[in-house]
T-cell receptor
Framework: TQLLEQSPQFLSIQEGENLTVYCNSSSVFSSLQWYRQEPGEGPVLLVTVVTGGEVKKLKRLTFQFGDARKDSSLHITAAQPGDTGLYLCAGESEDYKLSFGAGTTVTVRA | DTEVTQTPKHLVMGMTNKKSLKCEQHMGHRAMYWYKQKAKKPPELMFVYSYEKLSINESVPSRFSPECPNSSLLNLHLHALQPEDSALYLC???????????????FGDGTRLSIL
């Protein structure tokens, strides 16, 4: 299993502040997904990045895939309480298995 | 609402019971997955079905028995479980390849399983 290190583990910020979550690995992934999971629910797909150096924007969320396809970041601008949740990165390897990072619990205080 | 439907949402069972978890998707996805997720941990892959055939078993104990009756349904049969098997069991599905690109997995909301 390829390991994905996700940081930080916990993040608590005030509404309106920005935040960044990092996902790093020594392995190359064919693609990388970001999910958000809320209590009592399954992970919801936010984005898939495939190409090294790729940047995708989803409203206030910006996702970046590293040039070498080993790392990724999620940046949220002007965070809102609705952004609260567990953020998971997941890398897909050549054998189609999905390896998850440990997750980042984000709390946005009103 | 998720397009992957799992039933039941909650299940409490004794260690000697036999029960089944069900998963259904109508997105035409040909790959389906079972994951186990403990509290505050990421999902861990258990099984993968591709075109209704078991393609990956991540050394899961035989008290968990998967079944894929057709391309839309995935079951997980449970028998003689242990208290440490208490967890959220997630089902996911994916389209596999579209236009040369592997498609991401979509998850259901899971079944919260408690073993007494």
């Amino acid at each position: 299993t390829q390991l994905l290190e996700q940081s930080p583990q916990f993040l608590s910020i005030q509404e309106g502040e920005n935040l960044t979550v990092y996902c790093n690995s020594s392995s190359v992934f064919s693609s990388l997904q970001w999910y958000r999971q809320e209590p009592g629910e399954g992970p919801v797909l936010l984005v898939t990045v495939v190409t090294g150096g790729e940047v995708k924007k989803l409203k206030r969320l910006t996702f970046q895939f590293g040039d070498a396809r080993k790392d990724s970041s999620l940046h949220i601008t002007a965070a809102q309480p609705g952004d609260t949740g567990l953020y998971l990165c997941a890398g897909e390897s050549e054998d189609y298995k999905l390896s998850f990072g440990a997750g980042t619990t984000v709390t946005v205080r009103a | 609402d998720t397009e992957v439907t799992q039933t039941p949402k909650h299940l409490v069972m004794g260690m000697t019971n036999k029960k089944s978890l069900k998963c259904e998707q109508h997105m035409g996805h040909r790959a389906m997955y079972w994951y186990k997720q403990k509290a505050k941990k990421p999902p861990e892959l258990m099984f993968v079905y591709s075109y209704e055939k078991l393609s990956i078993n991540e050394s899961v104990p035989s008290r968990f028995s998967p079944e894929c009756p057709n391309s839309s349904l995935l079951n997980l049969h449970l028998h003689a479980l242990q208290p440490e098997d208490s967890a959220l069991y997630l089902c996911a599905s994916s389209q596999e390849w579209v236009g040369g690109t592997r498609q991401p997995q979509h998850f259901g909301d899971g079944t919260r399983l408690s073993i007494l």
